[in-house]
């Protein structure tokens, strides 16, 4: 296994050699035990052994001095990551930026900090991530009762498709509630279940067009998408984990609120000692709530800037998304082709990293909290290989996320020098042969 590599100070994450193809020679910068075959990166991310080791050294300078920290050092190291994180998704005014611990707890401070009225709509999906889903349901149980209006996407399905009912879908929803009401939609840059990347652009634009607020949540976005570009996109508001994709320690996501909206966002949730009453405010009181809110270890949020740097030194991200978008394409083939069926997404077009497959277990086999345990047993103890599962449009899924430890028995067609141009083995076979004989084993129970 290779050793830890060092932090040369803690303003940036220095590594001293060229890193190894990416495949499975990858895992030993990551802390997998080695008998486990890790398909669900998308779920929690994974914490690269260099980033760690820049946790544990600032950790360290932290209970050092836990007064000199908390009250002189953090806040320039914070305003510097919120610069590099700005400049990352494509954002001028640093201002826009600030941390949260989640996607969850970034898109409950937007929502439940709309002055909410009778008549007022919120609208999701039937994809929509299931806290979000019951936010705003939690948000309409209570005065003054907004409605709940939930935009249907079945997979397999087209981006035109899509774009075309989504526009349909706000007129109704607009001319239902007349042009003075509150309509804000909760839009998913890319889907957790399935695991799909949505024209969540075009759906910002389409929101614009009937006046309707757009709060992206976009947990899987950042390090997964590329060439994010928050100031041309322009959603109202836009959330996501940088401890998935990006690499950073859990849990740290990045929370953007323009300053034409940032009135909305009246305090920081939980409320900040910094909080000024909106009648009493001479200027803007937005940042300054979201630099303390509460003691918290601050490893996690200054982590992104280790993992920006560790993904600079891996190649930059077009390196690391060409391997995993790849992949993901070339793995859910093998998948399928072992289990004997097919991809939900078969020219690509809502593929990033994460790519779906149909599962041999019937449809008829309804979801239960009985039934996920089983399939979470069976895969995770039994078999040591774990990928989500979930039941779509009638049907059962695997959602496998693709990552630079990650192969499939097939020849890569590349020619860069960081990418492996021949894979040997089989992280999506072994998946497979362990998906067969766990459907057959649920199958049988559910007789």
Not at 20 to 44: I, Q, T, W
Not at 110 to 136: H, M, P, Q
Not at 304 to 319: H, K, M, P, T, Y
Not at 377 to 387: E, I, T, W
């Amino acid at each position: 296994m290779a050793p830890p590599l060092p932090a040369s100070s803690l303003e940036s994450l220095v590594l001293s050699e060229q890193p190894p193809a990416f495949g499975h020679r990858m895992k030993e910068y990551f802390h997998f035990d080695p008998e486990y075959v890790n398909l669900n990166h998308g779920s929690y991310g994974s914490l690269p052994r260099p980033v760690s080791t820049w946790c544990s050294a600032l950790s360290d300078k932290i209970e050092s001095n836990p007064d000199l920290f908390m009250r002189l050092t953090y806040r320039p190291m914070l305003i510097a990551l919120r610069e590099k994180v700005a400049s990352f998704i494509g954002v001028s005014d640093v201002d826009e930026v600030v941390l949260v611990p989640n996607a969850s707890h970034g898109v409950n401070t937007v929502l439940k900090n709309f002055i909410w009225e009778a008549g007022d709509v919120i609208v999701t999906c039937n994809t929509t991530y299931g806290s979000i889903s019951r936010t705003a349901q939690y948000i309409s149980d209570v005065p003054p009762h907004p409605e709940v209006a939930q935009f249907t996407i079945l997979f397999p399905t087209t981006k035109e498709d899509i774009i075309s009912r989504w526009r349909e879908h706000l007129q109704s929803v607009r001319d239902c509630v007349g042009k003075n009401a509150k309509i804000v939609a909760v839009v998913d840059a890319i889907i957790s279940n399935p695991g799909a990347l949505l024209p969540w652009e075009v759906m910002t634009d389409i929101c614009h067009e009937f006046d309707v607020w757009s709060v992206i949540d976009a947990a899987h976005a950042i390090g997964q998408q590329t060439g994010i570009q928050l100031d041309q996109a322009k959603p109202d508001f836009w959330i996501s984990n940088c401890h998935k994709w990006l690499f950073a320690k859990r849990g740290a996501a990045v929370l953007y609120v323009p300053k034409r909206n940032q009135h909305i966002v009246k305090s920081s949730f939980p409320t900040s000692s910094t909080y000024i009453s909106p009648k009493d405010r001479t200027g803007p009181n937005f940042v300054e709530q979201f630099e303390w809110n509460g003691t918290v270890d601050w490893a996690p949020y200054l982590s992104i800037s280790a993992a920006l740097d560790f993904r600079q030194w891996l190649g930059g991200e077009g390196v690391i998304y060409e391997y995993c978008h790849n992949l993901a394409i070339e793995g859910g083939k093998a998948l399928a082709k072992v289990l004997n069926t097919k991809v939900m997404d078969e020219d690509g077009q809502f593929t990033a990293h994460m790519v779906n497959v149909v599962i041999p277990l019937s449809g008829n086999v309804k979801p239960t909290l009985e039934l996920d345990l089983m399939f979470k047993n069976k895969l995770l103890v039994k078999h040591n290989v774990y990928a989500a599962h979930y039941y779509h449009n009638g049907m059962w899924w695997a959602r496998c996320s693709a990552q630079i430890w990650n192969e499939v028995s097939f020849v890569c067609p590349y020619t860069m020098p960081l990418i492996m141009k021949f894979c040997q083995v089989e992280d999506f076979q072994k998946l497979g042969t362990a998906l067969l004989s766990v459907c057959d084993e649920i199958q049988k129970e559910y007789r």
